[in-house]
C-alpha cells in the first residue's frame, strides 16, 4: 500500500516557467513532510520541508503549500531553471517503532526537465 | 568530502552470491539509515541504527539481509544467497539525532546491486 502519492510521474517544464509536484497521504500519524531532491547518480538531498500546523512555506524559489484538511501537499517551483532538472521525492515522517527514530516514507518521484 | 560515503559504487553478483556493502556516515553523526530504491520508486526504509543499536527493521529485510553497526561508526549491510528481486539501488543515510522530526537524514550516493 503506497502510503504517500506523487503525481505527476513526469514533468516537462520551460526555463522561466512554474514546475508544481503534488502528493496526498491517508496516515494522520505523519507529522513533518520533507521533499527531498535527486540528481542522477547521486542520493536524495533535503530541499524544503513543512510542519502540518502550517499551510505554506517558501525557500527562495520553492514553495511548499499543505492543506491539513485534504491531507495533500505541493512543491511549486518558481522561475524554473535547467539546474532544477532532478527528480524530486516527496516524503512524510512518522516517529519509528525504535521510538526516537523518525522514518521517512516516500513518494514515488517526480522526473522534472526544465527546458533551456 | 565529509558527506555519507558508501562504497562499492556498483556491484555485479550472481543469484546466490553474498555480497556486503558499506556505509561511512558524517562524523559524529549517531543515527544511521538503510533504504532500498528500486527503479521508478522512492527509497523504501529497511533499517535504523542508533550508535551501534539496530533499533528498528522494516518487513522488507527479510531473513537473507543483515545490517551491522559495530562500533557506532560505519555500517555494513550484506545480503546472503542473493536473488534476482535483490537488484536495487541501496542508500544509506545519517542524522546527527538532535532529536525531533526535523533531524535531517542526510543520504550517500548509494550502492547500486544487479544480481544476474
Known amino acids: 500500500q503506497q502510503q504517500v502519492k506523487q503525481s505527476p510521474q513526469s514533468l516537462i517544464v520551460q526555463k522561466g516557467g512554474i514546475s508544481i509536484i503534488n502528493c496526498a497521504y491517508e496516515n494522520t500519524a505523519f507529522d513533518y513532510f520533507p521533499w527531498y531532491q535527486q540528481f542522477p547518480g547521486k542520493g536524495p538531498a533535503l530541499l524544503i520541508a513543512i510542519r502540518p500546523d502550517v499551510s505554506e512555506k517558501k525557500e527562495g524559489r520553492f514553495t511548499i503549500s499543505f492543506n491539513k484538511s485534504a491531507k495533500q501537499f505541493s512543491l511549486h517551483i518558481m522561475d524554473s531553471q535547467p539546474g532544477d532538472s532532478a527528480t524530486y521525492f516527496c516524503?512524510?515522517?512518522?516517529?519509528?517503532?525504535?521510538?526516537?527514530?523518525?522514518?521517512?516514507?516516500f513518494g514515488k518521484g517526480t522526473l522534472l526537465t526544465v527546458n533551456p | 568530502d565529509t558527506g555519507v560515503s558508501q562504497d562499492p559504487r556498483h556491484k555485479i553478483t550472481k543469484r546466490g552470491q553474498n555480497v556486503t556493502f558499506r556505509c561511512d556516515p558524517i562524523s559524529e553523526h549517531n543515527r544511521l539509515y538503510w533504504y532500498r530504491q528500486t527503479l521508478g520508486q522512492g527509497p523504501e526504509f529497511l533499517t535504523y541504527f542508533q550508535n551501534e543499536a539496530q533499533l528498528e527493521k522494516s518487513r522488507l529485510l527479510s531473513d537473507r539481509f543483515s545490517a551491522e553497526r559495530p562500533k557506532g561508526s560505519f555500517s555494513t549491510l550484506e545480503i546472503q544467497r542473493t536473488e534476482q528481486g535483490d537488484s536495487a539501488m541501496y542508500l544509506c543515510?545519517?542524522?546527527?539525532?538532535?532529536?525531533?522530526?526535523?533531524?535531517?537524514?542526510?543520504f550517500g550516493p548509494g550502492t547500486r546491486l544487479t544480481v544476474l
Open positions: 516524503a512524510a515522517i512518522t516517529v519509528g517503532s525504535g521510538g526516537s527514530n523518525y522514518k521517512l516514507t
Open positions: 543515510a545519517s542524522s546527527p539525532g538532535l532529536g525531533g522530526r526535523t533531524d535531517t537524514q542526510y
